[in-house]
């Protein structure tokens, strides 16, 4: 067992005992685990609860580590079962508040001056409370300007920490021990929530990610990103524009004026970030979209972003042509190049499954297809071919699918497809632009003639090497044993076949001499010539009939 485990014994034995409450003792049992002793006084969960249902809800109890990696787990269609990713997807991650006086100290020492030096008002009671930090309202003494602060929960990073370090433990165990589990990869799950994680404790970066979003969606109407103040903010403590409204899960959705419209900017934003600006956030629930008394959506909590490469965009976007033109061949294709294939795939099987799919969707018009669902399915059967998308492509996947499954929580008759396909457009033609060809072009010669430009200085290098004996040329075959024990079985054989003739041969010119002593009235020594060849030349057809290689 690690040494950062036994460091945190108290805190293994409470994982382990809410891990038996909820009915996963048997995987107790088959781990290095302290505190199996603690199986005996848990109590045992409803059974009429099914196991990803008490599997979320253990989550929920262990805290805010693994409610991450709950979440991070539900993006992973294409690895987990999709009755146990649609459960994930349920995790709630909003906790009672901190007490004040907590709070206070946690800004205090952030500052390294007393609260009333920045602020006149402070509220004490907070706005949200979350499991990493909680937001209050405040007024700067500098202008006067009404704020939201966001805190991180005292302690919070040593408690995260120390649970990374436990959930990396249990990952590991189970990745090696318990064998039906190894196809789920839980310790590349643990090593993405860490990174996650750590992002998101980091408030120094969602001020800056909040400021590039606020300058690509200043020009939309009817978006709004609050400002960060971040020459204000610290890793602990981000000071932004306090936003008056509601957030769209509050709201009564029956009683909006003008549903179709907030439906459709949201989305449009939503593709906008992740098809022309490769830069979006990746959680835009409800909970995280603020809604004004005009009805201007504001997009809060930017502690999660994803990105996309050009290329990357350029991948997708022949992803949702073949789609939308449900053409299967294309489709594979496009599978193929984003994905990292772990081994040769049945190419015509994986076609036919996405026909059945595409039809069993596209059937529908366009405009009522559901392209969350669609994709969700599509990934789903990834697993079964042992295909898997890069982790920023997922994120970006999840954000798309919320994105939808929000904007028609809002308006559920709206056309996902005529949204997107201005964007899809335009994203499509710049790939052709000549500007962009050129672009392209004068990079690609760049590189040559940089890499021409060093060709002299490695041949050089290359000559200095066998001048010196240093260069070794090593080959690697693989895949090659079969071969080579072939080719020694068929000189093995032949180079017996060449002896039992030669010495047939040698014994019946020695018989035709007459030498004395004689057996059976020929030469002795060329009937057991004769005698030899006969029982070496029965061995090798037995060999050859025993083998079966003939």
């Known amino acids: 067992m690690k040494f950062k485990t036994i460091a945190n014994l108290n805190r293994f034995k409470d994982i382990v005992f809410i891990l038996i409450k909820y009915g996963f003792g048997r995987m107790v049992e088959h781990l290095d685990f302290p505190g199996k002793s603690e199986a005996k006084k848990a109590s045992y969960p409803d059974r009429r609860l099914g196991f990803y249902e008490r599997f979320r809800m253990a989550l929920e109890d262990l805290g805010p580590t693994f409610i991450k990696f709950g979440q991070i787990m539900s993006l992973r269609s294409d690895l ?24 206070r100290k946690v800004i205090e020492e952030n500052l390294g001056h007393p609260m009333e030096d920045m602020f006149i008002l402070f509220e004490e009671k907070p706005l949200a409370a979350a499991s990493l930090s909680q937001v209050h309202r405040a007024v700067l ?5 009404a704020v939201a602060v966001k805190v991180q929960r005292p302690k919070i990073q040593n408690k995260i920490e120390t649970d990374l ?48 979003a606020r300058a690509r969606m200043e020009n939309i109407e009817g978006v709004y990103i609050p400002k960060a103040y971040t020459e204000l903010s610290t890793p602990q403590m981000l000071i932004m524009e306090l936003i008056d409204g509601k957030k769209l899960k509050e709201l009564d959705l029956k009683n909006l004026e003008n549903p179709e419209p907030l439906a459709r900017r949201g989305l449009r934003v939503s593709i906008k970030q992740i098809l022309e600006d490769g830069f979006f956030h990746a959680d835009p629930h409800p909970g995280n979209l603020l809604i004004t008394e005009n009805e201007v959506m504001c997009i809060l ?79 789903e059967l990834l697993r079964d071919y042992r295909l898997r998308l890069p982790p920023d492509l997922f994120i970006m996947l999840k954000a798309l699918i919320t994105a939808e499954g929000t904007a028609r929580l809002i308006y559920p008759e709206l056309d996902v497809i005529s949204q997107a396909e201005p964007f899809v457009r335009k994203v499509a033609s710049k790939r052709y632009k000549p500007k962009l060809l050129f672009k392209k072009l004068r990079i690609t010669f760049s590189r040559i003639l940089n890499y021409r430009g060093n060709i002299g200085k490695r041949f050089v290098q290359i000559v200095e090497k066998v001048d010196r004996g240093e260069l070794n040329i090593r080959f690697e075959h693989k895949n090659l044993g079969g071969l080579r024990n ?18 047939i041969i040698g014994s019946s010119m020695i018989i035709t001499t007459g030498v004395r002593p004689f057996l059976f009235g020929f030469p002795a020594i060329g009937m057991i ?4 060849s006969a029982i070496a030349g029965l061995w090798l057809i037995y060999n050859i009939i025993k083998t079966r290689r003939y």
């Open 80 to 103: 987990l079962p999709k009755e146990l990713v649609l459960e994930l997807r349920k995790l709630q991650d909003e906790v009672p508040p901190v007490e004040f006086g907590s709070i």
């Open 141 to 145: 003494k500098e202008g006067r300007q």
């Open 165 to 212: 370090n436990i959930l990396e433990t249990i990952a590991d165990q189970i990745h090696e021990r318990l064998a039906e589990y190894k196809i789920y990869d839980f310790p590349s799950l643990v090593r993405l929530t860490r990174r996650n994680i750590h992002r998101e404790l980091d408030f120094i970066r969602e001020a800056r990610y909040m400021t590039i």
């Open 301 to 379: 909590d930017w502690g999660m972003v994803g990105r996309l490469s050009e290329g990357e965009r350029y991948d997708l976007i022949e992803f949702l042509y073949a789609i939308v033109d449900r053409d299967s061949n294309r489709l594979v294709d496009a599978l193929l190049v984003i994905a990292d294939a772990r081994e040769e795939v049945d190419r015509r099987r994986l076609e036919r499954d996405l026909m059945d799919i595409l039809d069993s969707y596209l059937s529908v018009p366009l405009k009522d297809l559901n392209l969350g669902a669609l994709i969700l399915e599509i990934t």
């Open 486 to 503: 072939t080719l020694e079985n068929i000189s093995s054989r032949l180079t017996i076949g060449v002896i039992i003739a030669a010495m």
């Open 529 to 532: 010539g004769y005698i030899i």
